[in-house]
């Protein structure tokens, strides 16, 4: 099983700007993405960056230009630098990991995700 542990999320004024991190463990093995998401209050998760085991990365239109995410692949940490935070960034922001399972004649993918890092940017 794969755990994953969020960190660096905190309280912010508008303009700021935080980075978070998420460490994967465990049987990390076959990993081929990984992403975060958030949930603002009294709205459902939604997606906010994904990258795959190649570099692609995608972003919702709400962040372009202001979030960037990487991983490290050594240390198995995906980060999430957030600059110009807005009011309504605020949200949980949770991390998720693809991870894909054989046999390889029949490959599943299984998706976890971590407990969640609260984001909170003040006007």
């Known amino acids: 099983q794969v755990q994953l542990v969020e960190s660096g999320g905190g309280l912010v004024q508008a303009g700021g700007s935080l980075r978070l991190s998420c460490e994967a463990s465990?049987?990390?093995?076959?990993?081929?993405?990984m992403g975060w998401y958030r949930q603002p209050p009294g709205k459902q998760r939604e997606l906010v960056a994904r990258?795959?085991?190649?570099?692609?990365?995608n972003y919702a239109d709400e962040v372009k230009g202001r979030f960037t995410i990487s991983r490290d692949f050594a240390k198995n940490t995906l980060y999430l630098q957030m600059n110009s935070l807005k009011p309504e960034d605020t949200a949980v922001y949770y991390c998720?990991?693809?991870?894909?399972?054989?046999?390889?004649?029949?490959?599943?993918?299984?998706?976890?995700w971590g407990q969640g890092t609260q984001v909170t940017v003040s006007s």
């Open positions: 998720n990991a693809d991870q894909e399972r054989g046999p390889v004649e029949r490959v599943v993918t299984v998706t976890f």
């Open positions: 465990g049987r990390g093995r076959g990993i081929t993405s």
């Open positions: 990258i795959t085991s190649d570099g692609t990365t």
